[in-house]
């Protein structure tokens, strides 16, 4: 407290002016309001706002704040429990945990009650120093604030869940954002106005006819505006979930975009998201929205969020940067990791841009690469934005899952965006189905049959049959015919390599290359034949998607299926291949059929048990109904200790137990082996890391299975630059090993994964 009595909320700006609390109470509730209005939420989110502060009006906690004032450094005096407190007792229960996790987190509802009641014991004379001076702070405070929640919030524990993370992710953001416009000394908070999608859609549309424009004909233009064309009519269903169940080269990334740019402008949506599972397609798409939305004035439209995403470099960075904060952007391209695991997150930093998912257009590519496991949370979120929260979903994909056959979305009646998705996989099939399955071929008999074509790509399911495959080339072919392709290697080795691919196929010279699933990660290229090892059916449909891609040869490409007789396949994928041989195969249907693809993928979900309680997905969907945040984010308690958590029962789309390997070996020459290495032995010896830095190592980082920990005098080969000085799980490690020019390391990772 001032000498005059004044309360203050924060330290001096970089003007020198301090931050009332009054104000900054205020401030934060209108913010928090702002956002949740849209979505039912305002009055909730306003009180949260207004209460979450409170307990810095205690004398203590004002001098506290005096002396981090002159000498730095936290206040260290709770200011959390008073304002909880009060939300709870004035009738909005659960939803005083917003309050109590504005800094932390959110925590478990189950124990709220009893960390409130230790947190206020332990300072009762702050609590009621502050409580003393609520009436003037905040004299409009209602008695009852029960009306401040909609009732359907109250009676459907999981409508309730969703509705707590998006006020919380509204009061989180405006807390942000105003305390920032205060140390900025900002004439008021960062906020951009309502995008202005009349204007938007007009732009794509006027860019996308100059672009068709100046192309050269194609047979399958007539096909892709008739696409189009069905998507932009759908536009004007009302909001719900929408399938887009288009066949590879049918044009989906614009007919997509299309649908939702005017959906948002004839609906009132206040921004488009798209997400997709792989950085590659995130990439691509956003390179294309950016040439079809972006300006030349004013801030872009486009925001590309993603772990690799480049937001050091001018002031189109920095506003990226700001933007990524809460994808305070019209149209937003990011992936799956970035979507739905700061959906189900629980920490501000994560959570701030959640309330951005009400009211959006939601638009999920290549929407078959969710991972099964967390089917049953992924498809229930989506459910409640799109039931209560206002939200578009569009699942586009030409291996459309059956999503229907799951109860979390059962009760949905999804529009499909295409009227004749059977009809289209005839008009645009560009291949020819052969399989060799009995007598199984070997690896090396497949890669002489490779070899016998001008050019050919063979994919398989596991590094070591990559380099299997390869090494049977390498001392057989010319040299620069030959090329591989896995997670061995690091990103910008492998996009070195897939540009010399283009190249050569792009000249017609003859070109071989054998690749790990990852290039079906929307990876494009164009072969005239694709030997692919059994998978999954959507595994196989993606391979087939790299043959004849564009359509030119006179005949239609070949897809060779093989089951390898010294093949491997991730320990994932031994249930789903056996259930696409049930479909697919000889004498049975091809993987592009759909009717078989609907009943592949119902089989698919009996065969995982996705319904059974003890599922993993249907544990977290336990956790949700009983508000078990922190449970949901992190994992269950380990009975054993009960402090620690079970990270592998989180909600994760990504397994986060790798070990990230740097591999300035990856550079593409000895200058830029240096700078690597430069950066290197920078964030080993930096008292707290650069995340710039750590972004421009990512190009030069590859990800191992912890299992290699096991292999004998593999950890000397690790030198540790984040982490510890000891090599383990979650490390950041400098790879000291050999690093193949042609494969990368020498180590076989178990699984292929999800980017961030």
């Known amino acids: 407290m001032s000498d005059d009595g004044s309360l203050w909320a924060h330290s001096p700006s ?46 203590a906690w004002q001098e506290g704040l005096k002396t981090a004032a002159q000498a730095g450094g936290p206040v260290g005096i709770d200011h959390k429990a008073l304002g909880s ?6 009738g909005l229960a659960g939803f005083a945990l917003g309050i109590y996790g504005h800094h932390g987190g959110l925590i478990d509802g189950p124990t709220f009650g009893n960390v409130l009641k230790k947190r206020i014991a332990k300072s009762p004379g702050n609590i009621a120093s502050a409580e003393a001076a609520l009436a003037d702070l905040l004299p409009d405070l209602p008695a009852d604030l029960r009306d401040a929640v909609p009732e359907h919030w109250r009676s459907d524990p999981l409508v309730g869940e969703m509705a707590l993370r998006l006020c919380y992710s509204a009061l989180v953001d405006a807390d942000w954002l105003d305390t920032e416009a205060h140390f900025r000394d900002l004439g008021a908070p960062r906020i951009r106005d309502d995008a202005d999608f009349d204007r938007i859609y007009k732009i794509f549309e006027q860019r996308r006819s100059e672009a068709l424009g100046l192309r050269a004909a194609a047979l399958v233009d007539a096909i892709r505006e008739r696409v189009y064309a069905e998507c932009i009519a759908a536009a004007e269903q009302p909001p719900g979930v929408f399938r887009l169940p288009a066949p590879t080269g049918s044009g989906k990334t614009l007919a997509g975009a299309g649908f939702a740019l005017r959906h948002a402008q004839l609906h009132g949506h206040r921004r488009v998201i ?25 801030d872009p439209t486009v925001l590309e969020h993603h772990s690799q995403a480049n937001f050091d470099d001018g002031a189109a960075g920095r506003w990226g940067r700001l933007a990524a904060e809460n994808w305070d952007a019209p149209f937003v391209v990011t992936t799956f990791v970035r979507l739905f695991e700061s959906l189900f997150a629980r920490k501000p930093a994560a959570m701030r841009r959640v309330h951005r998912l009400a009211g959006a257009v939601i638009v999920l590519d290549e929407v078959q690469a969710l991972p099964h496991n967390m089917l049953a949370p992924i498809l229930d979120g989506l459910r409640l934005l799109v039931r209560h929260f206002g939200t578009t979903v569009v699942l586009s994909s030409a291996t459309q899952p059956a999503f229907g056959a799951l109860k979390e979305f059962a009760e949905l009646e999804p529009v499909d965006l295409v009227t004749d998705s059977a009809g289209l996989v005839d008009q645009l099939r560009r291949v020819r189905y052969e399989w060799l399955l009995e007598p199984a071929p070997t690896l090396a008999q497949i890669a002489e049959r490779a070899v016998d074509e001008n050019s050919a790509m063979v994919v398989v399911n596991t590094t070591a049959d990559a380099q299997a495959v390869f090494d049977a080339w390498r001392d057989v072919v010319p040299e ?30 003859p070109v071989l290359l054998v690749s790990t699933q990852l290039i079906e990660a929307g990876v494009d290229v164009d072969f005239p034949v694709v030997f692919r090892a059994v998978a999954p059916a959507d595994s196989l449909l993606q391979a087939a998607g790299r043959a004849n891609r564009d359509g030119k040869l006179p005949q239609p490409g070949r897809v060779v299926v093989f089951a390898p007789a010294d093949g491997g396949q991730p320990p994932a994928y031994k249930t789903l291949v056996g259930d696409a041989a049930r479909f697919f195969g000889p004498d049975k249907a091809d993987p592009d059929n759909v009717e078989a693809l609907q009943s592949y993928y119902r089989t698919v979900y009996q065969t995982l048990n996705l319904a059974d309680r003890e599922h993993l997905g249907q544990r ?76 421009r190592l990512q190009p030069y980082t590859t990800n191992l299975h912890p299992s290699v920990l096991r292999r004998p005098g593999v950890r000397a080969l690790m030198r540790p630059i984040l982490g510890g000085a000891e090599v383990k799980v979650g490390s950041l490690v400098e790879w000291l090993g050999d690093y193949d020019a042609h494969t990368g390391i020498a180590i076989d990772p178990d699984v292929e994964g999800f980017v961030l």
């Open 14 to 59: 970089d003007g020198g002016q301090w931050h009332a609390l009054e104000d900054h109470l205020r401030g934060t509730a209108e913010l928090a309001r702002r956002f949740a209005a849209p979505f039912g939420g305002g009055e909730l989110a306003y009180w949260l706002g207004a209460l979450h502060d409170v307990g810095k009006a205690s004398c």
């Open 274 to 298: 798209v997400a997709v599972p792989f950085l590659t397609i995130t990439e691509q798409n956003a390179a294309v929205y950016r040439q079809l939305l972006d300006e030349d004035s004013g």
């Open 480 to 509: 620069g015919v030959a090329w591989h392709l896995s997670t061995r290697m690091c990103p910008v080795h492998r996009q070195r390599t897939l540009a010399e691919v283009r190249r050569r196929l792009l000249s017609g010279r």
């Open 620 to 695: 977290i969907q336990q956790s949700r109904q009983r508000w078990e945040f922190q449970t949901v984010a992190e994992g269950p308690l380990i009975s054993s200790t009960g402090l620690a958590r079970d990270r592998k029962q989180a909600f994760r789309l990504i397994s986060d137990e790798g070990i990230s390997v740097v591999t300035p070996q990856g550079a593409e020459n000895v200058a830029e082996r240096a700078s690597v290495e430069a950066l290197i032995s920078d964030t080993r010896n930096a008292p707290v890391p650069d995340l710039r830095v750590l972004r």
């Open 85 to 90: 407190r009060i939300a709870f007792e004035h």
